[in-house]
């Protein structure tokens, strides 16, 4: 069935970092992509998403491209914030008609330190 | 703009009870899907409706029910509580189409003791 992986985290960084979040998919079809965040005792928040290969999804400083020909979707940021520490979690949707559901992965914790 | 509305946000049961988490989906949007999240994992595909019509399901135990109303409201209903059962849930509504991103609630924790 459809998947996605993530890297594991803890990724810890500093203040201005660059930010390199992992993440693949295996599914059939042509799935779209999303990255969600996750604050603190709070719900998923949409990031950014993209619905076709070569799609370049970007908010808030992040970005992320479907690489259909790699089954990736890495989410990047120039400079990371402390603002930025959170959970985030990569997600496909694959379904036809008003079928079909999220799939996600199993989530990245982010820390940011001063 | 408006969001997605769970309630309550903190529940408090016992085993072998039930619980009721309701959910009031983005004006206009037509799909509800709802999601388990035990502590550290990710969010797992319980069920979903389109215009008041289960569409799909995932790992929903049998004793979990779902419907949604005629005003696109959905309730998730969950009889004979085990300790198991204790985590986040997240309703989430979209327009319907594929592409269309899902947006979640800030979920219902729900403990069981």
């Known amino acids: ?114 | 703009a408006a969001g997605v509305i769970q309630s309550p946000r903190h529940l408090i049961k016992e085993k072998r009870e039930t619980a009721t988490l309701k959910c009031y989906p983005i004006p206009r949007h037509d799909t509800v899907y709802w999601y388990q999240q035990g502590p550290g994992q990710d969010p797992q595909f319980l069920i979903s409706f389109y215009e008041k019509m289960q569409s799909d399901k995932g790992s929903i135990p049998d004793r979990f029910s779902a419907q949604q109303f005629s005003d696109y409201h959905s309730e998730l209903n969950m009889s004979s509580l085990e300790l198991g059962d204790s985590a986040l849930y997240f309703c989430a509504s979209s327009s319907g189409q594929g592409s269309s991103p899902l947006h979640f609630g800030n979920g219902t924790r729900l403990t069981v003791t």
């Not at chain 1, 970092?17 to 996750?38: D, E, H, M």
């Open chain 1, 1 to 114: 069935g459809d998947s996605v992986t993530q890297m594991e985290g803890p990724v810890t960084l500093s203040e201005e970092a660059f930010l390199t979040i992992n993440c693949t998919y295996t599914a059939t079809g042509y799935p779209s992509l999303f990255w969600y965040v996750q604050y603190p005792g709070e719900g998923l928040q949409l990031l950014l998403k993209a619905t076709k290969a070569d799609d370049k999804g970007s908010n808030k400083g992040f970005e992320a491209t479907y690489r259909k020909e790699t089954t990736s979707f890495h989410l990047e940021k120039g400079s990371v914030q402390v603002s930025d520490s959170a959970v985030y979690f990569c997600a496909l949707y694959n379904g036809s008609g008003n079928t079909g559901k999220l799939i996600f992965g199993q989530g990245t914790t982010l820390q940011v330190k001063p």
